[in-house]
């Protein structure tokens, strides 16, 4: 695991089981990861109110999807309300109270629930619960399914899930590393080690995802590539 991770989780329809699978998440990571700081974000569309709710006494109302993540083991908790014409304005101001809100020497992980809010946040991956009934999928959640790294259609495990959550973000992270350092569809050996290397990762994968890419790794000293 690479931190801080986003992970956003979006539906074809409500009623498919988001918050449950936040709750589950929050406590799964809480015991593997010692000293884990989790931020939760709800989202709910409304044209009556745009805010940003940090009021504990708000966001732990019993019986809130909100106090369900708290109770979980979020360390703290979001609740963003606003239309779809304001949802990138309140995105950014979310983006930049997270970067004051959230400790740099603590390893983290934001976790967000709303198909609109996912779609201007961006998360390192998107986790898509698509239920049996196609047909029924809302508009906005066909818009996040596009997207979407992970899509669960039927009864899960907790541990496979954060499997492919772990190997989703190291490839894009490996990706966008040997995007930004290449130059001309090139890359030192060295400068792909060093990405190995920052990333804990085993060279071989970084070799992976620079052939993909196209990428040709020069200069090769020790063969690692």
Known sequence: MIF??????????????????????????????KNLFIVAIKYTKTDQITNIITNSEVIEKFGKDTERMKTAGADFVYWVQSNREELGILSEKLKHELTLSIPSFRDTIIIMEGNSLVRFMHPDVIIFFKGKMTEQIKPSGKDVLDIADIIIEKDYKMEEIMSKVEEIQQKKQIEKLLKDRSNDGRITCSEARKIAEE????????????????????????GCF
């Open 4 to 33: 801080p991770l986003s992970i956003g989780v979006t539906s074809g329809r409500s009623g498919l089981g988001k918050t449950t699978f936040i709750e589950n998440f929050i406590k799964f990571v809480k015991k593997r990861y």
């Open 199 to 222: 990333l804990r990762v085993p060279y071989i994968e970084v070799g992976r995802m620079a052939n993909e890419l196209k990428i040709k790794i020069k200069k090769c000293e020790l």
